[in-house]
């Protein structure tokens, strides 16, 4: 059990991180959640995980593209024992047109808010003798497909993140893994499909069999219940001596 944890999500109002915070909660872990937002229904959603789990359940409102929002959500939080990286976007374009706003946002939400909130996480973790990150990389942490440059970029680097923060915590009781999922159906992946019906000319059943499900050899998407409970067992005792390394959920993607 996670009870007395506090754990920090980040970028999980929806989608995986969602679904990681739920299971944390389900886990007995207090938790926090964050997205930019700051609506109403943020506050309500954490709320709402509080009362099912009978946990303690706060919303934060930082913007994960911006250093001192990445930091300031740590602080915010009064540190945390569970270290969520789930922040994400994602952008389809041949490189040549890339936008190179896009470029930045996508290493900004994706790496470089890794970095900023792990340097912030790690003192009270060092200090606790206890502490778990955990990198919600990708397939694309460990494979490409063309039109991603940025978000591939962006992926490994983190997959490479979690490796050197595994060294300088190594025997601290801090451990740093990232989880590359395949694809999970969620409304990130949602959104790609209409960009992938115009870059390869097909409709959107198609591009859901022969395209994105193409490199996952179960044909079938991962959930984000699945994506979540893997996160609960890197935080367990069982995963004390997993560190710096990657545990894929992909349905085979990267066996191929
Ligand atoms: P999603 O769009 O459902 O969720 C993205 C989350 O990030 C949302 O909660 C959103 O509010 C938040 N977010 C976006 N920009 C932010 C910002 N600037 N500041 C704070 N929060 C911000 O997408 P998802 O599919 O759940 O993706 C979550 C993570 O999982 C991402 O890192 C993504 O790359 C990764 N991933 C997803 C899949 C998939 O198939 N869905 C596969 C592999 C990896």
Known sequence: TLKGKRAVITGSNSG??????IELAKAGADVVINSFTDRDEDHALAAKIGADHGVKATY?????????????????????????????????????????????????INLSSAFHTTAAALPGMRKAGWGRVVNIASAHGLTASPFKSAYVAAKHGIVG??????????????????ICPGYVLTPLVEA?????????????????????????????????????????????????????????????????
């Open 161 to 178: 993140l979690t490796k050197t923060v595994a060294l300088e915590t190594a025997g601290q009781g801090i451990t740093c893994n990232a």
């Open 192 to 256: 790609q499909i209409p960009d992938q019906m115009k870059v390869h000319n097909m409709d959107r059943e198609t591009v859901i069999r022969e395209v994105m499900l193409d490199r996952q050899p179960s044909r079938q998407f991962a959930t984000v219940e699945e994506i979540g409970g893997t996160v609960v067992f890197l935080s367990s005792a069982a995963a004390n001596q997993i560190t710096g390394t990657t545990i894929s959920v992909d349905g085979g993607w990267t066996a191929m």
């Open 60 to 108: 934060i409102a930082a913007d994960m593209s911006k250093a001192e929002d990445c930091r300031g959500l740590i602080e915010k939080a009064g540190g945390c024992d569970i270290l969520v990286n789930n922040a994400g976007i994602q952008f389809v374009s041949p490189i040549e047109d890339f936008p190179i706003e896009k470029w930045n946002a996508i290493i900004a």
């Open 16 to 21: 995986i991180g969602l679904g990681a915070a």
